[in-house]
């Protein structure tokens, strides 16, 4: 099994940046995914990356966020630059064991539910 916890999250000015972390336990996924839910909407992908380091965007935050991985502290990571209101939501980590970043960034709505593993979330909120 995996587990993941979340942190960094907090309240911030638009243009401010933000580093939200995934601390990982266990080793059993072949990608990771950092995943948002904005208020009344469905979660979307937002950033992913498999075990060799390759990472894939969404098209709404390509060029402001940079997901990464430290092997060493076993934590994922999400850099958020020039936050805007539109991306206040809760922020989830997510790992599975089978699915590439190409197959885990189609997921959209309910279908990213099967996803294999999730953290509990952690909120970002821009004003």
């Known amino acids: 099994d995996v587990q993941l916890v979340e942190s960094g999250g907090g309240s911030v000015q638009a243009g401010e940046s933000l580093r939200l972390a995934c601390a990982v336990s266990?080793?059993?996924?072949?990608?990771m995914g950092w995943f948002r839910q904005r208020p009344g909407k469905e979660r979307e992908g937002v950033a992913y990356?498999?075990?060799?380091?390759?990472?894939t965007y969404a098209d709404s935050v390509n060029g402001r966020f940079t997901i990464s991985k430290d092997n060493a502290k076993n934590t994922l990571y999400l850099h958020l630059n020039s936050l805007k209101p539109e991306d206040t939501a809760t922020y989830y980590c997510?790992?599975?064991?089978?699915?590439?970043?190409?197959?885990?960034?189609?997921?959209?709505?309910?279908?990213?539910?099967?996803?294999?593993?999730w953290g509990k979330g952690t909120q970002v909120t821009v004003s």
């Open positions: 990356i498999d075990r060799n380091g390759r990472t």
């Open positions: 997510a790992a599975d064991s089978k699915l590439t970043v190409g197959e885990m960034s189609k997921c959209s709505g309910s279908t990213c539910l099967s996803i294999d593993y």
């Open positions: 266990g080793s059993n996924y072949r990608s």
